[in-house]
């Protein structure tokens, strides 16, 4: 294929890409400078992945439209697609595919929070009515632990740890959230030898059978999330759509007193429903109530948290790691699942290799990761443990051959930019779908052009040797650069 264009060089970006798209970048970088963006690229492009993620989100400007809020958080700090369905909270979901949008309930709201480029905008669907519109941006605050500096815990981070150095360029804005300890509590006893997706139905259901209604409107359409569930739970099977005209607020240990196992176990909780029962019960009877219990362990060291936590019943080392980290400020906390365990025994305790995962062996794991990561080592895990889902490995590698795809094309460019200018030179630029191309650029008469300064001429302008007058230096010099003749360019694939 030999394609012939003949363009002034004021068009040559535009003959290109019409004559063969890959060597659009490479005409940039020989013929324009690259313009600075005004927002960094996002990490990702706009990807389908699978059911335990949403779509990357395609960030939207950073002006948010009528009837939202910006929350005033850089995507370094907050990005919501490593955040929100990376198996924190089971309350949130898609208002569309790769919309950047997630429609959930927090707390006693139900809103919908949106990625921007430089930012996240929120906008409040419905509240009970104990929620007060005042406080909707610092109740959003203490969800996501925005206190807490996530940029700058992550350079340290980067400095310790090659391997999260790595993953950091693909996975930024990953927080750790706050969450309603009794809502997550009662969310991981559900997620015992369960998936995200059956989570994200028995959580719903617990909240349609005993929470708060929350109506958001027959214009929001969320995500359906795809379900997994058994044969015999065919009501975690069927699509509920009143899901996308009614949310519901978690309920309360007092509105959870309802539940028996009978109505659990119909509802397709299986045998978590006599621990949801139990552990109600045995919250309900605490001094000054479970929820005031709960919130209490956050002013203890975690060992303690963790203790108290596995007296409940249906809460075992994991769940009750879990609920401390996602809900009781014990930032250095790490819990140990096959992920976890597995990264660990590659990359931070090596004497593990070969063992099998055993919680006795958990406390070696944790300290690894302190020893590695600080006080803070539970927010440097959870980056870690979301690079080690398959869905999410298979995306990185995508993400890094396509960054590599692009430099060697930026690079190519960059070295016969400089040889550009002479005629009849050949030069090669790498390409994706071809094993060689080559670009011959002729120069044509077209008239006379600008005087060009001779080097003598340069000289005397710069003053001799050390000279400073250097306006008409860059004078001269970007004269040496203007082009007087158009070009014939012939692309050659070979």
């Not at 949403?54 to 809020?69: D, E, L, N, R």
Request: proline share 7%; aromatic share 8%; hydrophobic share 35%.
């Amino acid at each position: 294929m030999i394609a012939k264009i003949s363009r002034r060089f004021s068009n040559l970006n535009f003959a290109l890409a019409t004559t063969f798209t890959p060597l659009k970048q490479a005409s940039y970088s020989l013929l324009a400078p690259r313009a600075t963006p005004k927002f960094p690229r996002p990490p990702f492009p706009r990807r389908s992945l699978s059911s335990s993620f949403p779509a990357i989100a395609v960030m939207t400007p950073s002006t948010p439209a009528p009837g939202w809020t910006l929350l005033g958080t850089p995507s370094r700090e907050l990005r919501l697609e490593f955040t929100l369905p990376t198996g924190q909270s089971f309350r949130w979901r898609e208002t569309s595919p790769g919309s950047g949008e997630f429609t959930g309930v927090l707390g006693r709201r139900a809103m919908t929070l949106r990625q921007l480029e430089g930012d996240v905008a929120y906008q409040v669907l419905a509240r009970t009515p104990d929620a007060s519109p005042s406080e909707d941006t610092a109740a959003i605050a203490d969800y996501f632990n925005l206190s807490i500096n996530l940029s700058e815990l992550s350079q340290k981070w980067i400095e310790a740890d090659v391997h999260f150095n790595r993953l950091s360029t693909v996975l930024p804005g990953a927080r750790m959230m706050r969450q309603d300890p009794v809502e997550c509590l009662f969310s991981f006893i559900c997620s015992q030898n369960n998936h995200i997706s059956r989570i994200h139905g028995m959580v719903n259901r617990l909240c349609q059978l005993y929470g708060t209604p929350l109506p958001i409107g027959e214009n929001t359409t969320l995500v359906e999330q795809e379900n997994s569930a058994g044969k015999n739970d065919n009501r975690m099977n069927e699509k509920d759509s009143s899901l996308n005209t009614m949310l519901y607020a978690f309920p309360t240990l007092e509105q959870l007193e309802a539940a028996t196992e009978e109505q659990l176990r119909d509802n397709g909780f299986g045998y978590r429903a006599r621990y949801i029962v139990a552990a109600v019960e045995e919250l309900n009877s605490k001094p000054g109530g479970g929820a005031a219990w709960l919130t209490g362990l956050r002013k203890v060291p975690f060992d303690a948290a963790l203790e108290s936590l596995c007296t409940l019943p249906g809460v075992g080392p994991k769940v009750a790691a879990c609920v401390a980290l996602f809900s009781l400020d014990k930032h250095d906390l790490v819990p140990v699942d096959v992920h976890v365990w597995n990264l660990a025994t590659r990359r931070y305790c090596p004497q593990l290799k070969g063992k099998t995962n055993n919680p006795k062996l958990h406390p070696i794991v944790q300290n690894a990761f302190i020893t590695k990561f600080g006080p803070y080592a539970g927010w440097a895990h959870n980056t870690l443990f979301i690079g080690e889902l398959g869905s999410m490995k298979e995306r990185v590698a995508a993400i890094k051959k396509e960054h590599e795809e692009e430099s060697d094309v930026t690079s190519s460019s960059l070295a016969s930019s400089s040889d550009s200018e002479s005629d009849g030179e050949e030069f090669s630029i790498a390409s994706p779908v071809s094993k060689k191309v080559k670009i011959e650029v002729k120069q044509e008469d077209a008239g006379p052009g600008p005087e060009i300064a001779t080097p003598a001429q340069l000289e005397s302008i710069r003053g001799g040797e050390g000279g400073r007058d250097r306006k008409p230096r860059k004078a001269a010099i970007k004269a040496n650069k203007k082009i007087k003749a158009s070009a014939a360019i012939e692309v050659k694939i070979e």
